[in-house]
Every structure is written in structure tokens, then in C-alpha cells.
Nanobody, 124 residues
Framework: QVQLVESGGGLVEAGDSLRLSCTSS????????MAWFRQAPGKERECVSYVNWSGSGTYIAGTVNGRFTMSRDNGKKMVYLQMNSLTPADTGVYYCAADNFRSYSTMADDYNYWGQGTQVTVSS
């Protein structure tokens, strides 16, 4: 069983930066594909980024490419999402997710474990 806990969200102004963190409990952390999803009010949950077990292979959504960077530290069982140049369109609840089947997917249904989410609000 894996438990994920996100932190680092908050209220910021447009142009600011935030760094989200996700800590994992349980074994075999480095066996999981890890991802960040976000969900804005009234919208579907969308994949922002995912990273393979070593951190060498990543996906980044086009809407955040060049502004957001995902990384992982297997020794600490943590993943991070560095978010720069935030805009109001980035507002939403950000979730950390883990996939032990290594689907390398952007679909939420392919992820087995989820954190509770952390709110990011960007004011204009």
C-alpha cells in the first residue's frame, strides 16, 4: 500500500513561483511512475506531468511546458513540481499520483494511488 501526501500549495500572485512536494510511504517507491495532476473547478482532472522510475524520462503538458518542472528523489521517496510564471489558469487542486503498472499514461484512471491534493490559487 502506498500513501501520498502533498504540500506546498497556497495563494500567490500571477508571475510568482511555487514548489509542490509529495512524500510517499510504503516500499518500492522507485518502481512507480509518479505524476502530478490538477483539477480546476468544473473541469476534468488533467495530467500536468509524469516521470519514470529514474527521473530520466518525463512528460510535461503543453500548457505548462517551459514553466513547470517535475523531479523525483527516490532516496527520500519524494516528487516535486516546480511551478514558475504562474497564471490564474494554473489555479486548481494539485494531486500527486502513483502507478505501479508503469502505464506511462496521462489518464487518471491508470493511476492506483492518490494524495488528498493541495490547493493552488493564482490571483491576477
Amino acid at each position: 500500500q502506498v500513501q501520498l501526501v502533498e504540500s506546498g500549495g497556497g495563494l500567490v500572485e500571477a508571475g510568482d513561483s511555487l514548489r509542490l512536494s509529495c512524500t510517499s510511504s510504503g516500499d518500492s517507491f522507485d518502481a512507480y511512475v509518479m505524476a502530478w495532476f490538477r483539477q480546476a473547478p468544473g473541469k476534468e482532472r488533467e495530467c500536468v506531468s509524469y516521470v519514470n522510475w529514474s527521473g530520466s524520462g518525463t512528460y510535461i503538458a503543453g500548457t505548462v511546458n517551459g514553466r513547470f518542472t517535475m523531479s523525483r528523489d527516490n532516496g527520500k521517496k519524494m516528487v516535486y513540481l516546480q511551478m514558475n510564471s504562474l497564471t490564474p489558469a494554473d489555479t486548481g487542486v494539485y494531486y500527486c499520483a502513483a502507478d505501479n503498472f508503469r502505464s506511462y499514461s496521462t489518464m487518471a484512471d491508470d493511476y492506483n494511488y492518490w494524495g488528498q491534493g493541495t490547493q493552488v490559487t493564482v490571483s491576477s
